[in-house]
Structure formats: structure tokens, C-alpha cells
């Protein structure tokens, strides 16, 4: 962005205000930063600067022009500000989500933009499976771009492979039956190259949250992505600086929070809980909650979601638990089934 924009403070938007115009104009504000752009007002009449120059005239034009309203920021807002924001919300509803992919999922959790999501479960039950899945429907579905930090999942290749399998529904390891051909692998991955962007400080770099982010910042800006992934959270190079770890916990989830909202982007985090006993009567692990993460219950408090995936190994089957919505319009508390089919990495009702 300094790059393109090295020595303007103010960048103006004079673009179309229609639906499809108004939307592009917020696409190209939330790359380059909303702070630094203006977007242009017009009369009732008009809905770009050529109308308002035909309709009324230059001084009328130079008047829009010098009227650019600034995208609110600086933490200060008045109902005047965002009173057309409140009339919109008022006639088209809440901000609409996405499909998960799985019909019983969505009735308790679908993918909003400007959210995140914590994820637990316990070590091999399916987390980033899950999440993968989910990231690979929402692409389809949506058009969605991902940008993923991985660690569990590297080297690359083997992730990409992964993805592969989901996308075509056929195994990538050519040990399995009804493998992909190398035209549907060549396909798949050049599918992947589309949707995915990988994380990855280098070597001598330290995973710190903020890094991370800041790779993500530059994924929006030169990719558009609108989904972020980190698994697992015990990965990244925590620096607590003299903060107790709960305290720095709270700070960081709540520098997520921030980062989704102000990139309209949407933030998977996995985390794993702390060690579970296994019931003596059944022998099965119980089901996590956000509350058994390691750390912190800020966890759960600061999280806009959180869902659990936990497998049952006798039944071979996979629960999806939903335990913390904060709107109700995006889902509610509950569980479904699902099977996994390892050939694949997919998830069926």
C-alpha cells in the first residue's frame, strides 16, 4: 500500500454508489486502508460524478468532489455518521453469511465476514480437517480466497495435496483406489493457486500473532482474501512481555478481533485444550469446550464462535459441536454427525 501510495494521506473514491459500485468502492477502501479514503456523496438523483455533471453541472460536480465523506475511524462516531449505514441494516437486514456446505451444520454455525472463530477439539479428533473442508466449500460456493498459517500442515505440498482431495472428492496417494488422474491433479492444484495463499515467516523470523498478521494484512491487500486460518494457536511465538499469560491472551484475541473487523476478513483459530482424563466407564475423552483451552477462559469470552469437533472411534463417527454464537442470526448452540472418509479428507452427512 506505501508502495502505490507513498506520499497521500487521502485517497478519493469517486465511484458508482449503486449496489455493485458501492460494493467494489468498499472492496478497494478495505485493501488500501479505510482510514486513508473518501468516498463521494451525491444528490438523490445521481448515482456516479458523470450524472452529477450532466444533471447539474461542474460547480456542482467540484462541490461532491470537495464533500467526500471519510470512512469513519479514530474511534469516534456519531449516529450522523452512520445513519444511511443504520437505514440499509433497517431495509436489507444484518450482513449476510455463508454456507458452511453440510445443511445440519449450517442450522448452528455459518461464516460471517468481520468474525472469528475458535476451534478446539482434541489432538487426531479432526480439527484441521474440518476446517479445511469447510475453507474448500465456501471457495466453491463463494469464491472465497484463503490465506492459511499451517504449521501442523507443512511442508506446503502435502497441505496442497490435502486440499486437492477434498475438491475432487479422489485420493491424491496413488496407493488408493480411484486415485486423481494427473490432468484432475493438475486441475485441482491449479484450483488451489486460486483460493489459497500460505503463511510462513521465514526461518530466521520469529511466528509472532503480529507477524502473522501483518502477512495477512498483505494478503488482502495483494490477494483479496476474506478468510484467515491459524493452527494451531500453541505454534506462534508468544512474547508476553512481563504480562501474566491470561492478560496476554486477552490483548491478543482482542488484536484479532480488531483485525477482522477493520479487514472485514474472517479468523479461524485452533487451539487445542489442556489434557482431558478419559471417563472410566465408557473410555471415551469428553467433549472440550472453550473452557478447557490452555491459557485463558478469554478464549471463549472474546470469541465471536466457538465449535468443537470431537470423534467418536467406536461409532466412527465425528461430532460437530456449536458452543458460542454471539448473533443468533449466524446460528445456535447444538450438535450434528458427521463421517469422515480419510481416502478423501471429506466430511459427509
Not at 456446505?101 to 472463530?117: H, P, S
Not at 477482522?260 to 479461524?268: A, G, I, L, P, S
Not at 442470526?329 to 454427525?337: K, L, P, Y
Request: hydrophobic share 35%.
Amino acid at each position: 500500500m506505501d508502495e502505490i501510495f507513498p506520499n497521500y494521506n487521502r485517497v478519493f473514491l469517486i465511484m458508482d454508489s449503486d449496489h455493485v459500485g458501492s460494493r467494489f468502492r468498499d472492496e478497494i477502501a478495505r485493501r488500501i486502508g479505510y482510514e486513508k479514503c473518501l468516498k463521494a456523496v451525491y444528490p438523490v438523483d445521481c448515482k456516479d460524478i458523470n450524472d452529477v455533471l450532466v444533471k447539474h453541472g461542474k460547480p456542482k460536480a467540484l462541490e461532491v468532489v470537495r464533500n467526500c465523506k471519510p470512512y469513519p475511524i479514530s474511534g469516534k462516531y456519531n449516529v450522523s455518521d452512520i445513519y444511511s449505514d443504520v437505514i440499509r441494516l433497517y431495509n436489507d437486514g444484518y450482513a449476510p453469511s455463508v454456507s458452511t456446505g453440510w445443511d445440519m451444520v449450517n442450522r448452528l454455525y455459518t461464516v460471517r465476514q468481520k468474525e472469528f472463530t475458535i476451534v478446539t477439539g482434541i489432538p487426531s479428533h479432526g480439527k484441521s480437517a474440518f476446517i479445511d473442508h469447510l475453507m474448500v466449500n465456501i471457495a466453491v460456493e463463494k469464491n472465497w480466497k484463503f490465506g492459511i498459517y499451517s504449521p501442523e500442515n507443512y511442508p506446503f505440498e502435502r497441505h496442497i495435496a490435502k486440499l486437492c482431495e477434498i475438491y475432487t472428492g479422489k485420493p491424491f496417494d496413488r496407493r488408493y483406489q480411484g486415485f486423481m488422474s494427473e490432468q484432475e491433479a493438475e486441475s485441482a492444484i491449479k484450483w488451489c493457486n486460486k483460493h489459497f495463499v500460505f503463511i510462513m515467516p521465514e526461518d530466521e523470523e520469529e511466528h509472532t500473532l503480529d507477524r502473522i498478521l501483518e502477512l495477512g494484512k498483505a494478503s488482502i491487500f495483494n490477494d483479496g482474501i476474506k478468510g484467515l486460518l491459524i493452527d494451531p494457536w500453541n505454534e506462534i511465538d508468544h512474547q508476553l512481555g512481563g504480562d501474566p499469560e491470561t492478560i496476554y491472551i486477552s490483548k491478543s484475541l482482542s488484536k484479532i478481533r480488531r483485525f477482522c473487523r477493520k479487514k472485514d476478513v474472517h479468523t479461524w483459530i485452533i487451539a487445542h485444550p489442556t489434557k482431558l482424563q478419559k471417563d472410566r466407564k465408557t473410555g471415551k475423552y469428553p467433549v472440550p469446550t472453550p473452557y478447557d483451552i490452555a491459557g485463558s477462559a478469554h478464549f471463549r469470552n472474546k470469541a465471536d464462535n466457538c465449535v468443537c469437533i470431537w470423534r467418536d472411534f467406536e461409532e466412527m463417527v465425528t461430532k460437530f459441536y456449536s458452543q458460542k454464537i454471539r448473533f443468533k442470526e449466524i446460528g445456535r448452540v447444538g450438535n450434528t454427525s458427521l463421517k469422515f472418509d480419510i481416502k478423501n479428507n471429506r466430511f459427509y452427512e
